[in-house]
């Protein structure tokens, strides 16, 4: 009988044993790191020539863009995690990593975040950060953020003269909510996520676009903007 006690209690501290071992910690590192391509090459700036889908030669300057409310979805379950205050300014020399520092843990299935500026922040100019003004992504004649800065040279393919090209894309019309699917997010481990955003769709699905073709190439407003920012809602993130 003593025998049979012993085994009972014996198997039921391996069962809470096991069980402690499984349980998932409250929260999790999380991390997003981004790489920018173009052409099938890691970008560089003010050296490098690229060809653009159109076939143009182009040489970057400067590419920066704001990613902004960063929103994580666990698909099965209905749990999200939002980040608070969530403006980070992406460039090609600066920074490419968002940090979201320790969230709730969940076996997320789903990215969510859009480029640019939401309309409330958008109106406002008395911001740090990130949105402080000064960081070279606010109008300087018109209250407003610019969603994203593409600059560079471009041969243009009918004169063969170098030119320059000047994308600033904002208006609240412009700003992109977007998702990704997620797959091996592990609730309680530490994940790091790497997204591509890949410049050649800049120019491409659904809107293409050829450089020297168009009436203009400072694209700030329009339709020509407007195309820009539908081509980066469609493709220009992947995660890797």
């Not at 012993?6 to 096991?18: E, N, P, R, T």
């Amino acid at each position: 009988m003593k025998n049979i006690l012993y085994i009972a209690l014996f198997s039921s501290l391996l069962i809470f044993s096991s069980c402690k071992d499984e349980e998932v910690p409250a929260t999790m590192a999380m991390n997003i790191t981004i790489e920018h391509v173009l052409d099938g090459q890691a970008l560089e700036l003010n050296g490098k020539s690229f060809t653009l889908p159109s076939g143009e030669d182009f040489t970057p300057k400067k590419f920066k863009y704001y990613i902004s409310n960063v929103v994580l979805t666990n698909s099965k379950t209905g749990e999200t995690y939002t980040e608070m205050d969530s403006y980070h300014l992406i460039s090609e020399d600066g920074n490419k990593n968002i940090n979201l520092g320790m969230i709730p843990s969940s076996n997320y299935d789903q990215l969510t975040f859009s480029i640019g500026v939401d309309e409330v922040a958008n109106g406002k100019i008395d911001q740090t950060g990130d949105l402080d003004p000064n960081s070279d992504m606010a109008w300087n004649w018109n209250t407003g953020y610019k969603f994203l800065v593409l600059e560079g040279e471009f041969t243009n393919a009918s004169s063969g003269d170098r030119q320059g090209l000047i994308m600033h894309i904002g208006t609240n019309d412009n700003f992109k909510t977007l998702s990704q699917p997620l797959s091996g997010v592990k609730a309680g481990m530490t994940t790091s996520i790497n997204l591509t955003s890949n410049l050649d769709e800049l120019f491409l699905d659904p809107n293409t676009l050829e450089i020297s073709e168009l009436e203009s190439t400072t694209i700030m407003f329009g339709e020509v903007a407007a195309q820009v920012a539908e081509n980066y809602s469609n493709g220009f993130f992947t995660v890797k």
